[in-house]
C-alpha cells in the first residue's frame, strides 16, 4: 500500500538555523532518503519551497479566485514530503518515526487511495 509521509515544519526556525546545522539537517534527510531507497519504500519525494512561494486557488459561483502565499496560518507549515510503499500502516509510521523531521515537527501519515478502491462508475 502506498502512503505520503507530510513533513510540517516551522519555516522561520529553519531560516533562522546556522549554517552547519542545515547541514547536519541535510545529511540526516541525505541517509534517510537512502535507506528509503534501498529497502525499496521509496517512491517519490522531495522538499518544498517557503509558502510564501505558494499560490492558493479557490473556485467559487464559476470564478477562479487566486491568492498569493498560503490560505492558513499556522505554526508549521508543509515543509516536504515522501510517498512510501509499506506492508501496513504501522510499517509507514515506522519510517515516519525515523525521519529527520520527526524530531523537530510533525510527519502526517496519509494513505493513498488505490485506483481498485474507487467505486465503479457506470457511464
Known amino acids: 500500500m502506498r502512503y505520503m509521509l507530510l513533513i510540517y515544519a516551522n519555516e522561520a526556525a529553519m531560516a533562522a538555523a546556522p549554517t552547519e546545522k542545515t547541514y547536519e539537517i541535510s545529511a540526516a534527510y541525505g541517509a534517510y532518503t537512502e535507506a528509503l531507497k534501498k529497502s ?9 519551497k517557503p509558502t510564501q512561494t505558494a499560490t492558493t486557488v479557490r473556485m467559487a459561483n464559476g ?56 467505486p465503479s462508475q457506470s457511464v
Open 40 to 48: 525499496g519504500a521509496w517512491l517519490a519525494g522531495d522538499r518544498l
Open 63 to 118: 470564478k477562479t479566485n487566486v491568492l498569493d502565499g498560503p490560505y492558513a496560518d499556522t505554526k508549521e507549515q508543509l515543509a516536504g514530503f515522501y510517498m512510501i510503499e509499506a506492508e501496513d500502516a504501522d510499517a509507514a509510521i515506522a519510517w515516519a518515526a525515523r525521519c529527520p523531521g520527526a524530531s523537530t515537527g510533525t510527519i502526517e501519515v496519509r494513505p493513498i487511495w488505490e485506483m481498485t478502491e474507487y
